[in-house]
C-alpha cells in the first residue's frame, strides 16, 4: 500500500514549462509499483498521460503529449515526476498520479489528490 501526493501544478502561459511531482507520502512499497499520471480536465473523462516502471527502465505515453512531456523516477527519493514542456490550453486539467497499474494505463488502485494545471492563451 502506498499514499500519493502531488506537488508542482500552477498556472503558467501557453508555451511554457512545468514539473510536477509524485511523493510517497506512507507506505514502504512504491519501489515496487509502476507510475501513472492521468489528468482530467472540466466536463471530460479522466484520461491516461503517461506511466513508468518501477526500475524506470520502460515509459509509455499518451499520443497527446508524446515528445512535450517527459516522466521519470527516483526510488531513493520515493517520487515520481512528471516534465511538461510547450504546455498548450488543452493541457489544463486536474493532473493526478498513480501507483500500482501497468504501462497500458489500466489497473491502478493507489491515487493522489490532484494537482490544477492550468494554462493559458
Known amino acids: 500500500q502506498v499514499q500519493l501526493r502531488e506537488s508542482g501544478g500552477g498556472l503558467v502561459q501557453a508555451g511554457g514549462s512545468l514539473k510536477l511531482s509524485c511523493a510517497a507520502v506512507?507506505?514502504?512499497?512504491?519501489?515496487?509499483?509502476?507510475i501513472g499520471w492521468f489528468r482530467q480536465a472540466p466536463g471530460k473523462d479522466r484520461e491516461f498521460v503517461a506511466a513508468?516502471?518501477?526500475?524506470?527502465?520502460?515509459?509509455k505515453y499518451a499520443d497527446s503529449v508524446k515528445g512535450r512531456f517527459t516522466i521519470s523516477r527516483d526510488n531513493v527519493k520515493k517520487t515520481a515526476y512528471l516534465q511538461m514542456n510547450s504546455l498548450k490550453s488543452d493541457d489544463t486539467a486536474v493532473y493526478y498520479c498513480?501507483?500500482?497499474?501497468?504501462?497500458?494505463?489500466?489497473?491502478?488502485?493507489?491515487w493522489g489528490q490532484g494537482t490544477q494545471v492550468t494554462v493559458s492563451s
Open positions: 498513480a501507483a500500482g497499474g501497468n504501462l497500458g494505463g489500466s489497473g491502478y488502485g493507489y
Open positions: 513508468i516502471v518501477s526500475s524506470g527502465g520502460n515509459t
Open positions: 506512507s507506505g514502504r512499497t512504491f519501489t515496487r509499483y509502476s
